[in-house]
Structures are given as structure tokens and as C-alpha cells.
């Protein structure tokens, strides 16, 4: 189904990251030494390899069908966006295989309060601990990665001129953790917005590709940022981290994987749907008004 909308969205938490160490040690009132040269030719080496070995526009592909990549993906990610006041972590059990499901448990820095979001690819349970509320959703539509691959573009503009983004369905429907996991919100910004490889780096044992772009427009301002810098896993489009810039060099928003496992198997036992005892079911309206918060394109995410 098409999605269209000004600027690119998502259809989970546009999420944003934990505490970042910046700078280095040492006197860099020095002279460099053999050594440190040497690793800074081997630094451009790898930036000049990276860039001739994929593409940016290979990268975007990656992220727009990361679930292509692997079978099952588990971790932990934090989420901080200034401008709405969200501190997060998300941690994530997930399987694309033949017997889909997920696990995602979201916990607020700020507020304390945790939800799980549990699928067996045929049924979802939302639980909500403080409130001990549950919402069940029976029959969810069965996907298969094959039945839902998108034919033809993926981002075009209508005659009227206005976007158009068709995004694939998740046979685990892990939504919550979307942004990590199948980050094709963040693919669209490489069509959208000007960027460039800058190079790979070494993140949690994974080889990522580093882009760096601009934003503008609409996304610019609901995200009070106009730059960002993507570190995208090479081999599966996975996000690993983003970090989104003011004018001033401040940050904004920000996204960071704290650990990841990829096709090391996942927990099913967590996939199963109990109805905890004693607590109050709540209709999917009012959880859709529950969930409503702020995505990547500015617009509310369903």
C-alpha cells in the first residue's frame, strides 16, 4: 500500500540515542608518530575502499530491505529526541524466518513506564505494566517476506507533485523497534536528502558505512536539526546509530545501538500470547491514541 506524505516518515518512534564519548586522548602538540600514521593511511585506505566497494544508493536499498539480510536479530537500542522529550531504551527478539514472530520491550527514561509488544505472526499483544492494560489484536493478516517484496519504485512523486513512499510489511510485526531493525523511514531520507560516504567504521564488531546528509524543509524544522550522519551495518542495512545536528553543532536527536546479535536465533518461548491475570483489556482506539508519538518525518506515527 502506498504511503505519501511531504517528507519521508516511519511508522514507528523516530528514536534517538544514548550518551556519546567524543574527542580523543593525548598532546596534540605533537608530531604524530610512525604508528599513528600508519593508521591514518590505513583510515583513508578504508574510507577509499568503502567507497569504491558500495554504493550510497546500495546502502538506502539495504536499509529499505534489511529484513532480506538476516533471519532472526536481537539487541538493544536507546532513543533521545529533544524536541519531544523522549529518552528510550528498546530492546528487541525478532524472527523473519519461517515461523515469524517478536519481542519488543520499550522502557522510558523520563517517565519510568514500560510496554511490551509481543507477536506470533498471527496474533499481537500490547502490554502496559504500570497501567496493567492489555490490548490483543486476533488475526493479525499473515506476511511472508516474498508476498510483501515491492514491485517497481519505491519512492516516487504523483502527478499532484507529492511523495510517494511504499514501504514492505513485517512478517514479525516488531514496528517498535522498526527504526534499528528495518530503518526504511531513514532509507527514504537518501532519496529526499543530499548526502555522501565519508567512510567505515568498526561499530559492535560490525563493519558500518558512515553517511552524512542534510536536512530541510518541514523534517528540518519538527526535528530542530539540519544535518545528520548515518552509521549503516554493511552487510544488512541494519541502522547502528544516527545523530541528527542544530546550526550550532548541537544535538538533537540521537540513536545508538547498545549490543546486537544477527542469526544467533532468537527466543520464541517470548513470542507466546498470555493475557495477563488481572488486568483491564483495552480497545486498539484508545492503544492507537496511546501509541501516537512523533516519527522521522515529522508527521504522527501510527
Known amino acids: 500500500m502506498s504511503k505519501k506524505m511531504m517528507i519521508a516518515g516511519c511508522t514507528g518512534i523516530c528514536l534517538l540515542l544514548t550518551s556519546v564519548a567524543y574527542g580523543s586522548s593525548g598532546d596534540t602538540g605533537n608530531a604524530p608518530s610512525p604508528a599513528s600514521n600508519e593508521t591514518t593511511v590505513q583510515q583513508k585506505s578504508e574510507i577509499h575502499s568503502a567507497r569504491q566497494d558500495i554504493t550510497a544508493a546500495e546502502i538506502r536499498d539495504k536499509m529499505l530491505n534489511a529484513i532480506d539480510y538476516y533471519t532472526t536479530i ?48 498471527e496474533t499481537m499483544i500490547h502490554l502496559y505494566e504500570q497501567e496493567k492494560a492489555f490490548v490483543k489484536q486476533q488475526k493479525i493478516k499473515k506476511v511472508t517476506k516474498e508476498s510483501k517484496i515491492q514491485k517497481g519504485p519505491r519512492y516516487y ?44 567504521e568498526q561499530y559492535l564488531d560490525r563493519t558500518a558505512v558512515v553517511l552524512e546528509g542534510t536536512l530541510s524543509g518541514t523534517l528540518a524544522e519538527k526535528h530542530r536539526a539540519n ?17 541528527e545536528t542544530d546550526d550550532e553543532g548541537t544535538v538533537m536527536n540521537q540513536m545508538e545501538v547498545l549490543r546486537l546479535s544477527i542469526d544467533k536465533g532468537a527466543d520464541t518461548s517470548k513470542f507466546q500470547i498470555i493475557e495477563p491475570k488481572g488486568w483491564k483489556e483495552i480497545s486498539p482506539v484508545l492503544n492507537k491514541e496511546r501509541e501516537v508519538r512523533v516519527g522521522p518525518s515529522g508527521k504522527e506515527a501510527e
Open 74 to 121: 536481537q539487541g538493544a537500542y536507546r532513543i533521545i529526541q529533544k524536541p519531544i522529550g523522549v529518552d528510550e531504551v528498546v530492546e528487541f527478539d525478532v524472527s523473519i524466518g519461517d515461523t515469524p514472530g517478536s519481542y519488543v520491550k520499550v522502557k522510558s527514561n523520563v517517565t519510568g513506564k514500560q510496554s511490551e509488544h509481543i507477536s506470533n505472526g
Open 157 to 200: 512523486k504523483d502527478e499532484e507533485g507529492i511523495p510517494v513512499y511504499k514501504y514492505r510489511k513485517d512478517p514479525s510485526y516488531a514496528e517498535r523497534a522498526h527504526d534499528v531493525i528495518f530503518p526504511q523511514a531513514y532509507g527514504f531520507w537518501l532519496y529526499r536528502y543530499p548526502h555522501e560516504i565519508v567512510g567505515t
Open 227 to 243: 544535518t545528520f550522519k548515518l552509521w549503516v551495518d554493511q552487510e544488512t542495512g541494519v541502522l547502528l546509530k544516527l545523530v
